[in-house]
């Protein structure tokens, strides 16, 4: 009962508590808690008046943006240049397109899983290349039709480089393959193909 | 013969370009930073990278890990030989080597950079390379194949070797290419970073005529070497009338070092007659 000591009306009485809460006590206990209420907002209000009268609240933001790249759209995943190519007639694929966003200078670098960038016999049923198979070759890359033509290695090399940041909307760039067979390459039974895998490389520069 | 050649030509570009049914690959996968600078901790330390989805179709991207640099016009080379994949090993370590995005989906890649004993500098490089769930494994008749990947270059550097790190550039040449009216110049200055760290480098190009007259000066854009690396400044003069001849100290500098003055007169009757452009690597410098 000694928490009610300070609210209770009688405080000799086994039912205080209830007396507290009702009737009189109940009176009493409302009185004060508005005036504790109205203390509470006066305090409040007075400092945040008083706030605004002696200083200028300000708030400093600060914000950074990581550099970022995003390939929008890259060259489809498998490429058929052509099932009944003749030697000597160059094969030249459609303009293949890379869309790539970002907010630094970037470029794009192409290697080939071969070293000349020859096309190799492939066992399809094995998933392999076919060792000391038959090559054409090699595929070679430009950005327009009129070249200059640089085939593709295992070594990288730069198609794009040095680009500006290309801002929200992006930026296409298109280039071609182009392979020309001869009379070496020969038709390759059921099973087989001539394979080359290009990696396409996306990045911001140093 | 030779209408017959172009007759077929032109079947099999009209026949390749039917044949063509693949449509581009359109996935968009957004990674930030694209490019992280860390300086490891005694004890190592770690990194995150962002891998986001923001295309309509799941993608699994799969990491791996190479060495990178650059080449004299800045162009970025990611290497990822047997060779640059067991240096790049004992640099970074991959919390996960492949993640499963859904469209929309966020999630982040922490990497682990030890520290190595002895090293001032390093720099690795990640590559994501981004594959359509969808994707198909094999497709008969599909000579070219294609993987996309983003590259991720990393430039470390040390704590405990800070003291160690030594930027140290020369210039190597200085060459000027005249303008078709004479009055304009390019100016080309090949510096190589000889030091074990790379930096940022700043330059600039004096200017004088043949009587010794100051034209002015030429601010060389900023821009990072790498170290055991070559990268070319240019910058671009105009002159009210051709100077003759022009005489260039070129000196590219840094936080806290300053290269060599690299001293070039280029005169141009001797270099129209060497092909329009001059070549001042083998000059003797005031070094």
């Excluded at chain 1, 040095?162 to 992006?170: A, M």
């Excluded at chain 2, 294609?146 to 430039?155: F, H, M």
């Excluded at chain 2, 100077?243 to 270099?271: I, Q």
């Amino acid at each position: 009962m000694s928490d009610f000591k300070g609210f209770a009306i009688k405080s000799n009485c086994t039912r205080c508590r209830w007396i507290w809460w009702s009737g009189r006590g109940a009176t009493r206990a409302w009185t004060t808690a508005m005036f504790t209420l109205f203390l509470a907002f006066f305090a409040v209000g007075t400092s945040v008046a008083w706030a605004a009268s002696v200083e200028t609240g300000q708030t400093t933001v600060t914000f950074s943006i990581a550099e970022a790249i995003e390939v929008v759209s890259w060259p489809p995943a498998v490429l058929s240049l052509g099932n009944d190519a003749i030697p000597g007639v160059p094969v030249v694929s459609t303009i293949l397109n890379i869309s790539v966003k970002a907010n630094a200078p970037w470029g794009v670098q192409v290697t080939s899983d071969s070293n000349d960038g020859t096309l190799r016999e492939y066992d399809t049923n094995a998933r392999e290349y076919v060792a000391d198979g038959r090559r054409v070759g090699p595929l070679e890359w430009a950005t327009n039709m009129g070249g200059p033509w640089t085939p593709v290695s295992a070594s990288p090399t730069a198609i794009f480089s040095n680009q500006p940041p290309t801002g929200e909307d992006g930026v296409t760039r298109g280039f071609l393959l182009r392979v020309t067979p001869d009379f070496d390459a020969t038709a390759l039974p059921p099973g087989r193909e001539y394979r080359i895998v290009l990696t396409y490389t996306a990045g911001v520069g140093y | 013969m030779k209408r017959r050649r172009w007759f077929q030509v032109v079947v099999v570009l009209v026949a390749v370009f039917i044949g063509l049914t693949m449509n581009a690959v359109a996935v968009s996968v957004v990674i930030s930073p694209a490019r992280l600078e860390v300086e490891v901790e005694p004890g190592g330390s770690k990194a995150w990278l962002t891998l986001f989805n923001r295309g309509e179709q799941p993608v699994e991207l799969r990491f791996s890990t190479g060495m990178g640099g650059h080449e004299e016009d800045g162009a970025p080379l990611y290497f990822d030989d047997p060779q640059a994949m067991k240096q790049s090993a004992a640099l970074v370590r991959l919390g996960s080597s492949r993640v499963t995005l859904g469209p929309g989906a966020m999630r982040s890649l922490s990497l682990e950079l030890p520290a190595v004993p002895g090293a001032v500098a390093a720099y690795p490089v990640i590559f994501a390379e981004v594959h359509p769930l969808d994707e198909k494994e094999s497709l008969p008749s599909s000579m070219v194949r294609s993987v996309t990947r983003l590259a991720i270059p990393l430039l470390l550097t040390y704590t405990s070797t800070r003291e160690e790190r030594r930027p140290d550039f020369v210039v190597e040449s200085v060459r000027v290419f005249p303008g078709e009216d004479g009055h304009d110049f390019e100016v080309d200055v090949t510096v190589r970073n000889v030091g074990n760290v790379h930096d940022w480098v700043r330059g600039r190009v004096r200017l004088t005529g043949s009587d010794g007259d100051d034209l002015g000066q030429l601010l060389l854009p900023e821009q990072r070497v790498l170290p055991g690396a070559v990268r070319t400044f240019r910058a671009r003069a105009s002159f009210p009338a051709e100077p003759e001849p022009l005489r260039v100290v070129a000196e590219v500098y840094g936080d806290g070092w300053r290269s060599a003055p690299f001293p070039y007169t280029w005169a141009a009757g001797a270099e129209l007659a060497r092909g329009g452009f001059s070549d001042g690597a083998g000059e003797e410098t005031s070094r």
